[in-house]
């Protein structure tokens, strides 16, 4: 299954019938985001919406999967290959299953340990996991506790529009779509160290402004800038931290950068002007959020 040539069937047979994404997700009770992903390849629709999506769209299910339309004669021939593929990865996928199991049984029989590690696994996402690690960033920082702070983030929109990894630690940058911003920071995961859990960032962030989220421990500091929508001159901006004046450039009026050094003595910043392509200072709010454990 090719998903960008299965996204690009599907987008082509819903302008066809005139529909929006939103109309196509509405009728398959899904988000107009979940189309989206099919539409550029980033995402596959599940089994159980092949058949309802194929129907809206005036296909087979056959000719989902192919990535194109199929004359009468070719069907049976790609329906027959589909079935057989399907044999084979139910084939593959009992092997796994039952490897797996036998492997879970073993964990949960050595004292505990394959609950730890359980839980470990299945509370962090890979690097790789767009939608896993929108899930993070929206359920840490969209929490009860943090929707008593008046920010409009509508964090059941959250969508990442950029990411960058420092070491253990890794970055992304949000929107709701609606002018509103936020960053989530994500640590390492100390068994599986490809895996990731959201455990800071700014809940909200105004749109043109920069801000940045600070933190220190026993090892080194960490100071993310981050920022979106801010003026189209903006072209660069500058902080210090330990004596030394770091310039950094802007690209596209959004800002995501992630500095891990080794002073934790000083894990402060002072962005001291935002700079227009010619180096003069622009008016631009800076708001930054300090932490630390010890």
């Given at each position: ?89 139910e084939k593959r996928n009992r092997w796994k299953s039952a490897l797996a199991a036998a492997l879970v ?190």
């Open positions: 299954m090719d998903a960008k040539a299965t996204g690009g069937l599907i987008a082509r047979r819903r302008k066809e019938k005139g529909m929006s994404q939103g109309e196509l997700a509405e009728r398959l009770h899904v988000t107009d985001k979940a189309v989206s992903r099919w539409e550029t390849g980033r995402g596959m629709p599940s089994v159980e919406l092949l058949e309802p999506l194929a129907e809206a769209l005036g296909l087979t299910v056959s000719e989902l999967l192919s990535g194109r339309e199929l004359t009468p004669e070719e069907l049976p021939k790609a329906a027959e290959k589909q079935v057989m593929e399907s044999m084979e990865r049984l073993f964990l949960l029989a050595a004292a505990g340990v394959g609950v730890w590690l359980g839980v470990h696994y299945f509370q962090t996402v890979e690097e790789t996991d767009l939608e896993g690690l929108e899930r993070q960033a929206a359920a840490y920082l969209g929490r009860p506790r943090r929707l008593t702070m008046g920010d409009a983030f509508d964090y059941g929109a959250l969508e990442i529009v950029e990411t960058e990894r420092r070491g253990d630690y890794l970055a992304a940058l949000c929107t709701d779509g609606e002018g509103k911003w936020c960053m989530c920071v994500y640590e390492r995961d100390s068994v599986f160290p490809d895996r990731w859990r959201g455990g800071g960032g700014k809940p909200s962030l105004t749109a043109g402004e920069l801000g940045s989220w600070n933190y220190g421990n026993p090892r080194e500091a960490v100071i993310i800038f981050c920022g979106g929508d801010l003026p189209e001159e903006a072209a660069w901006y500058t902080f210090q931290n330990s004596g030394i004046t770091y310039t950094c450039p802007i690209e596209n009026g959004r800002v995501l950068d992630v500095f891990v050094l080794p002073d934790t003595g000083d894990i402060s910043s002072y962005p001291e002007e935002v700079l227009d392509q010619n180096g003069d200072p622009l008016d631009v709010r800076y708001e930054g959020d300090i932490r630390s454990k010890g």
